[in-house]
């Protein structure tokens, strides 16, 4: 796991919290820690992937198709 840091300019606190909280997303630790809170049957997690890999799949797709566009 990385260090996640945000400095605090001119006491900013609501700023920097909002910079950490998209950090931490892009990072994805609320996933992760919401994945972690219950158990996952191994039928589930194989679907899960299976779907986030179609999903990137068809991100990358909608991409390629654009910049030729």
Known sequence: MKAIQVKVLDNDLEKAMRIL???IQN???FKRLKLKKSYEKP???RRRKQ???LRRQRIAASRKYRSRG
């Open 51 to 53: 779907r986030e890999a």
């Open 21 to 23: 909280k998209k950090k």
């Open 43 to 45: 039928s589930e997690y």
């Open 27 to 29: 990072d994805g630790l």
